[in-house]
């Protein structure tokens, strides 16, 4: 089993930063992969971006060179950093981890076993 919490959302200015953590408990990270999610209100969960346990990543295109994924597992925790952010990112934003699940993409919510309860992040223009 594994518990995940995700922390760092808040209210930016279109062009500013952010940096969510995802702090797991339970089993240990380091054969899992992981992902962040978001969805905005009335819309789809999808996918932001992924990365293995060997660290391979994946990024959608609408956050590709602004956001990066990162994960310390010897804190058992996963990042990730939002540069350059813009009113259309404003979503809650949820962790995921899975052993399996990050072999797909995009990536399917459906597929991922566990998931944190989500950090708001708003952008104002």
């Known amino acids: 089993q594994v518990q995940l919490v995700e922390s760092g959302g808040g209210s930016v200015q279109a062009g500013g930063s952010l940096r969510l953590s995802c702090a797991a408990s339970?089993?240990?990270?380091?054969?899992?992969?992981m992902a962040w999610f978001r969805q905005a209100p009335g819309k789809e969960r999808d996918g932001v971006a992924k990365i293995s346990s060997v660290e391979n990543t994946r990024y959608a295109g609408s956050v590709e060179g602004r956001f990066t994924i990162s994960r310390d597992n010897a804190k058992n925790t996963l990042y990730l950093q939002m540069n350059n952010l813009r009113p259309e990112d404003t979503a809650m934003y949820y962790c995921?981890?899975?052993?399996?699940?990050?072999?797909?993409?995009?990536?399917?919510?459906?597929?991922?076993?566990?998931w944190g309860r989500g950090t708001q992040v708003t952008v104002s223009s």
């Open positions: 995921a981890a899975d052993f399996w699940a990050c072999r797909t993409w995009p990536l399917d919510p459906g597929r991922f076993d566990y």
């Open positions: 339970g089993d240990t990270l380091t054969s899992v992969c």
